[in-house]
């Protein structure tokens, strides 16, 4: 697990998705998911189009049935508010097997410098990585953050998920 800081404060969203992109945890992936970013996270959506000026397919997630689900978006035009009053897709194609790698862009109210991630208490994101973790499909996590969510340890249960990258920028945008 390796912690990799900015070297220097970013604050505009492009700077951050530019640089983010250059990391070979993002280049080396064809498919990335992203979470749909709340008032208090970074913001994703120069990312999402990132991702859509490399080509590559983003799937963002969903709550169906109270568990996690991927979908392919195209745009961020069909976009609604769901569960927990977070951005979802409306529709798309589903995320399958055959879509991995993938490279995992997960969100956290916390990370700790060992990776463990603070979600917001329903594990969603534990029960997908232990459902992708069960099928054996390659991936790799990255937990983003703001540097003031960056704590010395988060609290651990064995059914939680480590994130291999937690990738700190010191700015959050505030909708």
């Known amino acids: 697990m390796r912690l990799l800081p900015f070297p220097v404060p970013i604050t505009a969203d492009q700077e951050i998705a530019a640089c983010i992109a250059m990391r070979k945890q993002w280049t080396c992936y064809k498919t990335v998911l992203l979470f749909l970013s709340m008032k208090d996270e970074i913001d ?3 990312l999402i189009k990132a991702v859509f000026e490399d080509k590559k397919s983003v799937f963002v997630p969903k709550i169906i049935k109270n568990s996690l689900h991927f979908f392919r978006i195209t745009d961020l035009n069909g976009l609604e508010i769901g569960a927990f009053n977070i951005r979802e897709p409306r529709s798309g194609v589903e995320l399958t097997d055959q879509d991995f790698p993938a490279c995992i862009v997960t969100p956290g109210l916390a990370f ?18 232990a459902e992708i973790d069960r099928k054996n499909l390659p991936y790799v996590s990255i937990g983003l953050c703001s540097a ?6 988060v609290p651990f249960q064995a059914f939680d998920k480590k994130v291999d990258v937690v990738i700190v920028v010191d700015s959050v945008k505030k909708f």
């Open 112 to 129: 700790d410098r060992n990776g463990r991630r603070l979600g917001r208490g329903k594990g969603y994101y534990d029960r997908f990585f």
């Open 148 to 153: 003031e969510h960056v704590v010395d340890e």
């Open 44 to 46: 994703t959506e120069p």
